[in-house]
């Protein structure tokens, strides 16, 4: 009996003793894995320090807040068209806005048996041309030609071409003409008389300096026209293509150098534009014509400057012939060259 309890004691010891020792391991394997734990931990703020230290060495450095001035742009100022509140004429006009410009008649490709292509230029100082240079203001704007175009192209209604060529291959924007007319504005400083009155304190503003477009600068244009045969109708017909406003270009002690085009645009396109705006009639201001009825009857000087007559390298007259007056004498000949095709065949 003593045995057993003995052996019941022992049993009861190693068993206290294996879970004591079980305990001790399980308490040593917790502050293990937290050791661990807080050691991972440790290293990945450390990671996080280092990734954030190397993040802020490789940044740019900080920009100015101030946000830049927009760049300025070429402003095309053509007035402010007014309108009369009452009746500005002695009678009621209304058949200027419902004027339409007559449908050209139709040529066969077959009937066209001769066809020429000329390049004319007229000068507005010329006297048939000072319809040009009429500078009244009306309720549809100011009405001189430059003015037609230029405010026509202005509110999208005609589109210009660029004078890289003048087959109306590259259409241009209202900013590229208005750069080639005035320019582009610059800044200047000038001293600021508001905040410094007396100028002591030596402050100074920037101001935009912008050119004004002067109509008066635009003093020819060039016009591309087609002259065509119809042998069924045995008439020659002229076909205007294109008009382009010439800009003339001044030595630096402002002597004449050349002129060179502006833009180009397409005359079809124009006609129902032109016939709402009327040419000016010295002799008699209520027998105006329209513009488009002024070009549809040629009522304008001008001289030849360029023919395909005879003109194998397609250069203009100035090209091959220096003397100006030798060049209207070429231009006259050109003119009797068709005139005379056209008389040629009649038999009288």
Known sequence: MKNRII?????????GLFVETADA??????????KRTGTTTKKTSTNKNNTGNAAALTQAPAQDTVPAAPPVEANLDLGTVRKSLRNDNAIERNLVK????????????????YRQRLWREIDVHEKMNLPFMYKADDDNGNQRFINILLGSIKSGELTAFSPIDDRFTTPITLREITEQLVGKPTVQSIPDWANDPDGSKGMMKDTVIQQMFNPE?????????????DKESSRLHVRILGIAPLKTIKNSDGSFRDVTPLFWVYYPDMRPLLARYEAYNGKNYGARVSWEELFESRMFASRIIKSTIDNPADQMIAGYIKDPILRLLEGENIKDKIFN???DLWSY
């Open 217 to 229: 600068d635009i003093e020819k244009y060039w016009v591309k026209e087609d002259v065509v045969f």
């Open 341 to 343: 095709y056209e008389q």
């Open 7 to 15: 052996q019941l004691c022992l049993l009861v010891a190693a068993m």
């Open 98 to 113: 419902e004027r339409i410009p007559l449908t050209y008649e139709h040529i066969r490709e077959d009937d066209a048996v």
């Open 25 to 34: 391991q399980v308490k040593k394997n917790t502050r293990t894995t937290r």
